[in-house]
């Protein structure tokens, strides 16, 4: 299991920062690691499924969220044939707005589980990246 969690203060209240959050196409604006996300089911985020096309190499990931407690809490899950991912945002109010915690687990399946701790360096690596953009999606 190779985990990344990242913790980001805004000035955004925390209906507008989960509002961004929740609009799982908006992710490919922040997270440099995904080149494209489309909704394929649903009308809203509730229950809605989408595709995250994962860069490099264009795999692609199907994300349902499978639970969404607006404005605080939004989790989805994808299932592939080689690893599992549980994505989860947190919002809480500050004073000065909100914060927002992405935290996310990434599981390979099977005997691949025994390169968790390479994955985990790999998952940092991205991670920081996507932390930065989110940074600055949310200062806007």
């Given at each position: 299991?190779?985990?990344y ?5 805004t000035?955004l ?18 997270d ?11 009308d809203?985020?509730?229950g ?9 190499g ?26 599992s ?17 992405y935290?996310?687990?990434l599981t ?8 968790d ?10 991670g ?13």
């Amino acid at each position: 299991m190779a985990r990344y969690a990242t913790t980001v203060s805004t000035r955004l209240s925390p209906a507008d920062a989960f509002a961004f959050m929740a609009d799982v196409r908006r992710f490919a604006d922040w997270d440099p690691g995904v080149s494209k996300a489309v909704r394929v089911s649903g009308d809203g985020p509730a229950g809605s499924v989408y595709e995250l096309t994962i860069a490099p190499g264009g795999t692609v990931m199907r994300y349902e969220v499978t639970a969404l407690e607006a404005p605080r809490l939004l989790r989805m899950v994808a299932r592939t044939r080689f690893l599992s991912s549980t994505d989860e945002v947190r919002v809480e109010p500050s004073k000065a707005g909100s914060v927002v915690t992405y935290d996310a687990v990434l599981t390979l399946n099977g005997a691949l589980g025994l390169v968790d701790p390479l994955l985990q360096l790999a998952f940092n690596r991205l991670g920081d990246r996507a932390a930065a953009g989110l940074k600055r999606a949310l200062s806007t």
